[in-house]
């Protein structure tokens, strides 16, 4: 072969080779593993053991409220009655109220019983809300408005927003008010509007993520094809979210444990205090739910 052959073999060979280089550059540049998934990746297997350990406490020993009798129903009033005095600026359908509630008579020294019951200051801004949308008339009325609490239906996306914001999550109320079919409702609302709030850090993020954590606590293990894609779409929308922005857990958006959790001496290891809401949610759907292509 000429010595003019040979060079320009070389230079047909030098340049083949300079132009998979650039491919391999490439394609290690699309397959390089963005940082906010190595760190899904690192950690996804001790934050789901996490929750799968209190969601197994939680629907195990958590409180199921299953009617009042009467004498927590007195408690509930008289509590209620006093609530309704300290108030500083009295409407007059609350004097109303209070004025029906002191013609009861109460069993002797009530209060004497009160440290039995634990009673939520949350439970009687809701109820006084009820109550203040009702022509009150006699005891009778408020009786029937705290009996009947956990049986309204809500409906639509106003009404649960309102309640979601005004009620801590709590175990009983997935046995009774929220249903199957609601549960999925409530799902849809935090994948289309909620989950971005719990994002931005807005005024309801911890509220929201209270109520999350226990949506997922309360998912069937068994999905149809339907309730599994939806719960993909909120996984797929968990990633979008930091891919845009990785977490970045501080003491405003650290995961926290709901009243409830705290009362049953569930506790947050050291483990858990660089995870946020959306990344567990991430790691819980991709793992527990045969999800896993969402955190590769």
Known sequence: MSIKNQMNLQKRTRHKSSMYDDEDEEATKRHA?????????????????WFNSVKSAVLANAYEFTGYDDETLDLLLFYL????KDIPRKTSKVENIIDVLDQYSFPEKPEDREQKLEIDEEWAKYTLIRLEKVN??????????????DAHELNGYSQWFK?????????????RKI?????????????????KEIYKEGSNCHRLQDWLLYLLIHTPEKLTAEYT????????????????KPAQARNDNRITLPMEMRELDLEMPSAMDSAT???????VIALDFGQKDLIV
């Open 229 to 244: 894609s939806m719960l993909r779409d909120l996984g797929k929308k968990c990633r979008e979210l930091l891919q845009k």
């Open 277 to 283: 809401m959306i990344e567990l949610t991430i790691c």
């Open 33 to 49: 593993v963005p940082l906010f998934l190595m760190r899904l990746q690192n950690n996804a297997d001790l934050w789901v053991k």
């Open 136 to 149: 009150i008339k006699s005891f009778e009325d408020v009786k029937k408005i705290i009996a009947e609490s």
């Open 81 to 84: 009655r006093n609530y309704l």
């Open 163 to 175: 309640y979601i914001i005004n009620n801590e999550p709590r175990h009983t109320m997935f046995c």
């Open 179 to 195: 249903t199957s079919t609601q549960l999925w409702v409530l799902f849809r609302y935090m994948s289309n509007t909620w989950i």
